[in-house]
């Protein structure tokens, strides 16, 4: 099916294997069929996999040339219905087996999926399920090259100083306070000047499929630090906070 889309969601559709991942999870989801909400749907690519397994879908999407194509995408599948709303002020009227919201990006820190799932999740049923089922976020110590904040989005060059540490788990169908910090404790593996760290974000689908970091699908978060410099074997303690949904400003670090 050729899809009508904006530039952006253009480069969306070209990561094949973003799409495979999304594909694959629906295509294994194994309850309820009869409600599904597709939250943010872009140019619509997720809700048409939904299409061949579910009695209804809704799809929201707050952006107005982003929705028309969506619209446009998936007008002559009679099981789908495409808003063009905020899915934060739409007044969800009916309890849905299966939400999907692919608004992801690195440690969910610049998009909305956390706020949009706490209030969203109101309107899933007791036995409902979210694709995707939650993420796994990890951090290592490095020197970057480009001492600001930025994404490796494959043509980044920066050295690993550390171990990887898997510092937060998230379970989508739990509740999630925004606001997050925690101490990071890394083991320095390498001699070499401190002055970034680095965060990866897994993407849990379901239980058998996790995808790392994809071209378009949370590309690592490259965070300038103080510089200093380490030896191998020495331990450095980080604070990391940030507020998921509010922006890479409410990003605040500080070597303890």
Same mark, same amino acid.
């Given at each position: 099916m050729k899809f009508k889309t904006t530039p952006y969601h253009n480069d969306l559709l070209k990561d094949k294997e973003r799409l495979s991942v999304f594909y694959q999870a629906i295509k294994e989801y194994d309850s309820s069929t009869h409600l599904a909400y597709d939250l943010g749907c872009g140019s619509g690519v997720l809700t048409y996999f939904l299409t061949d397994y579910f009695d209804e879908i809704?799809?929201?999407?707050?952006?107005? @040339?982003?929705?028309?194509?969506? &619209?446009?995408?998936? @007008?002559?599948?009679?099981? !789908?219905? !495409?808003?063009?709303?905020?899915?934060?002020?739409?007044?969800?009227? @009916? &309890?849905?087996?299966?939400?999907?919201?692919?608004?992801l990006d690195t440690a969910l820190i610049d998009e909305e999926e956390i706020p949009v799932l706490e209030y969203a999740k109101k309107f899933l049923k007791e036995d409902g399920k979210i694709i995707p089922q939650g993420v796994i976020n990890a951090a290592e110590l490095v020197n970057l090259e480009r001492h600001y904040l930025h994404w490796d989005e494959g043509n980044i060059n920066y050295q690993v100083l550390s171990n990887h540490v898997i510092y937060d788990e998230l379970n989508f169908l739990n509740d999630i306070n925004p606001e997050f910090k925690t101490n990071l404790r890394l083991k320095v593996t390498k001699d070499g000047i401190l002055n970034g760290l680095k965060i990866t974000t897994y993407t849990k689908l379901n239980d058998d499929i996790i995808a790392g970091p994809l071209p378009m699908l949370n590309p690592p978060l490259l965070i300038?630090?103080?510089?200093?410099?380490? &030896? !191998?074997?020495?331990?450095?303690e980080v604070e990391l906070k940030y507020i998921m949904g509010n922006g890479i400003e409410s990003i605040e670090t500080k070597i303890l």
């Open positions: 809704i799809s929201l999407e707050i952006n107005k @040339k982003t929705f028309e194509c969506a &619209k446009d995408n998936l @007008k002559d599948f009679p099981n !789908v219905a !495409v808003i063009n709303s905020d899915v934060l002020n739409y007044e969800f009227t @009916k &309890k849905a087996d299966l939400i999907v919201c692919e608004m300038p630090l103080d510089e200093r410099p380490v &030896k !191998v074997n020495d331990f450095i």
